[in-house]
């Protein structure tokens, strides 16, 4: 028998699919994934363990173990989280941008897009969307290590901006505004303090370095994993 309608009651279950399919929105498409996993170890994606070829989408969080790895490629953007370390990925027209929420993200920007890692203390991305590698660090509530291994990285808060030349590495510490009738915060001869600002220290880079050499490995090495 063919059914030509949908009954009042007792609804077919061909009649209540085609009415759920039917209140989609129009034009209505999965997401497309940003990246995908290339190297994965003690690290999770979305709270499950993370395999080599899943897929990353706007939204979903990186996090690795203690002594994990998680690395992920992005178009011609290398990912790179380090041990004990947390981020969000999020997709921009043009833009690909991690919320980096604990630990140490390491990255290799390409031209094509404009890459920022975003921290409590202040944004860092590559100088004029240029290729750069580097890696940012949090290293406490207001503190954050940014590390210029080729390329130019800029550090951006509420409209102030200084560019870390390539070879050089700083601790970011971020001043808030002093409460009203507080004490004026002592400033150094060195290094004048202004409230609410981004305070800069450049460090040597030292044993530094050699992570970064770590992390440019994992980055740059050949994948055995099938890519997009």
Known sequence: MRLNFCPTFKLPLVCWLAFHLASLPAGAAPAKPIGMVTVADKA????????????????????????????????????????????????????????????????????AKQFVVETPVATVRSADGKRAFGEVTIVGADKILVAAYHGALVVERNGQERIVKEGDAYNVSFLPDAAPGADPVPTSPKQALRSGSLVFDLIVLGGAAFAGYEIWHHLTESDSAPQH
């Open 44 to 111: 999770h994606l979305e709270g499950a363990n993370a395999v080599i070829g899943a897929d990353v989408y706007p939204g979903d969080t990186l996090q690795t173990d203690p002594g994990g790895t998680l690395r992920v490629k992005a178009g011609s953007t290398q990912l790179y989280l380090a041990t004990s370390s947390s981020a969000t990925f999020e997709e921009l027209p043009n833009q690909i941008r991690l919320k980096l929420t604990h630990g140490t993200l390491g990255f290799s920007s390409s031209e």
